[in-house]
């Protein structure tokens, strides 16, 4: 359980040193979290993961997180919902 703590801190950390922006990250399948760079033009309402972390973490990337910025809601948007793909 505790890596799964250390998971969600640093997700939340991550979260709260980019905010006003979106942050954004990658998952790895031991649950380790990546922060990655967020290169969209509008960063404080959308993101663009940077596509070299994901060249770099090929393979084993269990998931994507991204923050809501001054969203009161931080559930799943109805477009991340219809972004998600399952394999």
Request: negative net charge; hydrophobic residues 35%.
């Amino acid at each position: 359980m505790e890596k799964f703590t250390k998971l969600v801190n640093d997700m939340n950390n991550h979260a709260l040193r980019d905010y006003p922006r979106e942050a954004v990250g990658i998952i790895t399948k031991d649950f380790t979290y990546v922060p990655c760079l967020n290169i969209s033009d509008l960063p404080m309402t959308n993101f663009i993961l940077d596509p070299a972390a994901l060249v770099e973490y090929d393979g084993n990337i269990w998931g994507i997180f991204h923050s809501h910025p001054g969203d009161d809601n931080p559930l799943p948007s109805d477009e991340d919902r219809e972004s998600t793909t399952f394999e």
